[in-house]
């Protein structure tokens, strides 16, 4: 872990006061540094994905559609998550129960293929537990609400969830507290900054608001659109993090705290922010009540959409600039889906980067960091 002399009384300048801005301002500023921040929306989060998302940390589930490296920071964040709670004085509710995979009968192969797919990935990583085959009466067990819909499931040990609706208030308490300099809804440009000798460098951290800084590049970036549902269900008693196995409305149910269960996400090309659409809506909604029928009485809180950042590639990287006469430019995106899941990794990565000009752990964990527009190399891109 990169220690605080790297940064005492250096200033930064962070552009996107989301998921990883924020994570980077008080990581930063906790190690002594000065920290301006500047985000285009409010001190909610109200145009960051961030706030939009279900949350889960769950590498084994995902690893049916990322690659090795996903999973692999992924794994390494889980209990980074939970020291980098700790430090907040806030309480943010973190669970790491597992994960609960379902399907009706009539999606049995679909399910059997999928099952293989994540023994065959557990059996790479020494640290995940393999899935667990339940029978009917382990499904009872684990979650007694779905027991009288589901006969088997599939169980992921390892893997868990973090609520963002606590984390990012939190997170932003905390700048507050150490004095972090917070200019909401000021958008800005990083390279504008970057003129600016008195910061050390410019960190851009503006997800899909980034997408003309990447698109000179062959690994573009793009918004992949993603509408949930926020559902008010106390007759529901779900516990953990569940998926529903189906071949059109794939669904997962997130349980967070006081009955309030996220329902998602569509997956769709596209960078439209618009209002969710009435068959998005009526997937999700009939899908999350085959589950379980006590989402018939639920009230729907809130219906999102928001756009994961995401680049040709469908991986996160870190693009590193030095130039004479200019303060270094860090550019950190591609979050995906997989942002809560991996951002600890890309924190730790991003510190020792702007303290050592290289990272151990990004070659560990085969996070690309492209350097090619300056003399700054450090770990070979995939
Ligand atoms: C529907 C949905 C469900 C998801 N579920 C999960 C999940 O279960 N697990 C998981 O791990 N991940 C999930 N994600 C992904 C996760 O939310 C993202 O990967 C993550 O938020 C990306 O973080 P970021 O900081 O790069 O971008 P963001 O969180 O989007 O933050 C970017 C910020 O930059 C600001 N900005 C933009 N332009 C400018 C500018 N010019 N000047 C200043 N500020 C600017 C924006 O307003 C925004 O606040 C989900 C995403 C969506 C949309």
Redesign the pocket.
Known sequence: MVNSTSFSGSQYAI?????????LALALAQRGAQVDL????DSD??????????????PLAESAITEDSVVRM?IYSLPRWQELISQLSTPVFFQQDGTLILWHHQDASEAERFTAHLEKNSRNHAHLQAPQKLNAAEVRDLEPGVADRFKQGLYLPDEG?ID?RQLLPALLLELINLKVNCHWN?????NDLRQNSYYRAVID??????KSAWNDSSNTLRG?????IRLFAPEVKLRRPTRLIHPRYPI?I?PKEDDVYVV???EIESDDLSQMSVRSAMELLSAVYTVHSGFAEARILEM??????TLKNNLPEIKAYKDKDLADLIM??G?????????PAVLDCTLEMLALGESTTAKDLDLCINTEANPLKVAACV
Do not use: D, W
């Open positions: 552009v996107g006061g989301g998921l990883m801005g924020r994570l500047f985000e285009k929306g989060a109200s145009g960051a994905a961030a706030r939009i998302a279900a949350a889960m940390l769950a992924g969830q963002n000021t958008a800005v440009n990083p951290c503006r997800g899909t608001g980034a992949v659109r993603g509408e949930v997962y997130a998602g996400a569509t999102a959409t928001q756009c994961r950042p950190i995106n979050l995906y889906r997989h942002g809560f899941m991996i951002a």
